[in-house]
């Protein structure tokens, strides 16, 4: 709908146009498509490129292979703060083979300078920051997408879309439950659990993987001393540990839940999420302890 609208805006996409839902865009608008083959690293450089000079690039790539292009995320997108959009499309814990796991970009991109990376909760979100990182001019968007379908569309995010801004979603008080971009359905899961228990969880969808909105936690020390992270990607230099940092000196303590940093090859997610203690029984379990 975009593209049709605006000749600037064109997909890059490195030789993956079926994963990624393509092949009707590349029909309908060839001249604003490029397929730049199996080769990562020059699609990111080339939207780079691209959006230096003018046009509206959104790169589209399979999470498992972004970290091919790490160099290029770092030194010719982020260097040169290219306003391009990244899309990873199927990120997080999957049954997938070990070379193709979607776990580790969230440490791979969300410490790299002027980079701003996404996590929506929903299709309504996933449109909202895809107008967002279009209109802007000022910072590299990058959009995490979960795998399999996105969470059904909703009504239009209320919050509007501001820089390092999370939303509360429901108001209470004790133990916070911040629930990133595909995992904000099981945040709410959690949530409902505590209430079975007596305990009202304050609910808030981060939206950024990079940067924190710390008028929100500073907020929260007064009324909780307990905050939980969900992120569907390994712990290890993920998203909660940014929250747990944060709070370090201060009296909350913080529980990241997210994946074991390993390798795995073709489990079931069901039994990756027992491992690692992702259900939601599991998670309300470990908190009340």
């Given at each position: ?44 450089a ?12 959104v ?10 292009a ?11 703060n290219s ?42 979100e996933t ?11 000022e ?6 997408l ?13 919050a509007p879309?501001?820089l ?12 916070a ?22 305990i ?12 924190l ?24 230099g993920?998203f ?12 909350v ?31 309300v ?5």
């Amino acid at each position: 709908q975009k593209a049709a609208a605006d000749s600037k805006i064109v997909a890059i996409n490195a030789a993956t146009p079926g994963a990624l839902a393509l092949r009707g865009f590349r029909e309908r608008r060839p001249r604003q498509y490029f397929d730049v083959g199996i080769a990562e690293q020059h699609a990111v450089a080339f939207a780079s490129a691209m959006a230096k000079g003018g046009a509206r690039p959104v790169a589209l790539f399979y999470g498992g292979f972004i970290q091919r292009a790490y160099d290029q995320l770092s030194q010719d997108l982020c260097l040169n703060n290219s306003p391009a959009v990244i899309v990873i499309e199927s990120a997080g814990i999957s049954s997938m083979d070990c070379t193709h796991l979607s776990v580790f970009d969230i440490p791979l991109m969300a410490n790299i300078p002027n980079l701003v990376y996404l996590a929506p909760a929903c299709e309504a979100e996933t449109r909202q920051m895809l107008d967002w990182a279009l209109a802007q001019n000022e910072h590299p968007v990058a959009i995490r997408l979960p795998g399999g379908a996105v969470p059904a569309l909703q009504n239009d995010p209320a919050a509007p879309l501001e820089l390092n801004k999370y939303v509360p979603v429901k108001a209470g008080s004790k133990i916070a439950v911040l629930g990133l971009g595909g995992f904000f359905a099981l945040a709410e899961q959690v949530a409902g659990k505590l209430l079975e228990h007596g305990i009202k969880a304050t609910l808030i969808n981060p939206r950024f993987i990079t940067g924190l909105d710390e008028e929100l936690l500073n907020h929260l020390v007064a009324s909780h001393d307990t905050v939980i992270t969900l992120e569907d990607g390994v712990v290890d230099g993920g998203f909660g540990e940014k929250i747990a940092r944060f709070y370090g000196d201060k009296p909350v303590k913080v529980y990241n839940f997210g994946a074991k940093k390993e390798f795995t090859d073709r489990v079931p997610v069901e039994e990756l999420y027992r491992r690692y203690e992702l259900t939601p029984e599991q998670i309300v379990a470990r908190v009340l302890a």
